[in-house]
């Protein structure tokens, strides 16, 4: 009896080896494989399309775009604004993030996403309070169906307050006008109201700087497709540098968006 139930013991000694290791490389594999295909979090909006327009260029770092894409539920459009074949790119590398921005706008004028972010190609900078894939993950579409315009870069109080003199010059003599000057002869020749005509100059105007935000589909309907070509079209003939008339753009996106002007 004894000897056949150290047999037995050996037995199952013998037979379990390969289930322990087995089970031990499961484990292994477990912990040390990402799933190629990881689920998608729930879509809490999956009644609104999101549009992500980044403005980059064949140097950029991208790689935080996958995983911030994995962890929400925008579509992305990433222009190249230094190559003529890349499959995203803009009629001329003119004006920084502002002609991606524009082209955008009028080529999807007619199929415009109910919320767009435009957003820079970086994950993060010092005019960023959180990384690039954490607003993506966290800006709620509700919020800017809304507002209908907001900043990622939260401000108890925008610290770029600019005054304008009304001073304004014609369009082909800006290339060494001052910001202010530059400024408003742009908002003079450009900014219509709802019945397109020329609105008052402001005294003031202000906004979180550097050119990130997110926009509604009715705020970009508040303008036609021609008002936006009209834009575009100074930003590509102008003699004023990219780093000026971009920053023309960076000062007033708020005000072509229909916003107050000071933020």
């Known amino acids: 009896m004894a000897l056949t139930s150290r047999r037995t013991h050996r037995l199952l000694i013998f037979l379990s080896k390969p289930l322990l290791a087995a089970l031990f490389v499961t484990l292994i594999l477990r912990w040390t494989i990402t799933p190629s295909n990881p689920r998608k979090p729930h879509n809490p909006y999956p ?29 992305p459009y990433v222009y190249t604004t230094d190559d003529t074949t890349a499959e995203l790119t803009v009629p001329i590398n003119k004006g920084n993030e502002a002609m991606v921005y524009l082209t955008w706008i009028i080529d999807h004028y007619d199929t415009l996403s109910d919320v767009m972010f435009f957003h820079h190609d970086h994950n993060q900078a010092w005019h960023q309070m959180f990384s690039s894939g954490y607003e993506l993950k966290h800006l709620n579409p509700e919020t800017v169906l809304r507002d209908g315009y907001i900043s990622p870069r939260c401000l108890p109080g925008c610290e770029n307050i600019i005054t304008l003199s009304g001073d304004v010059a014609p369009l082909s003599d800006l290339k060494s006008a001052s910001r202010d000057v530059l400024i408003s002869s742009v908002l003079h020749e450009f900014w219509l109201d709802e019945e397109g005509k020329k609105q008052k100059l402001p005294e003031k105007i202000a906004a979180p700087c550097c050119a990130q935000f997110a926009v509604s589909k009715q705020r970009v309907r508040r303008r036609s497709r021609a008002e936006w070509e009209a834009l575009r079209s100074w930003l590509i003939k102008t003699n004023v540098s990219s780093r000026e008339s971009g920053r023309v753009l960076e000062y007033t996106w708020h005000l072509w968006f229909g916003m107050e002007d000071e933020l």
């Open 47 to 75: 009644h609104l399309s999101k549009a992500l327009i980044i403005a980059s260029t064949t140097s950029s770092n991208l790689t935080w775009l996958d995983p911030a894409l994995r962890d929400s539920h925008w579509t």
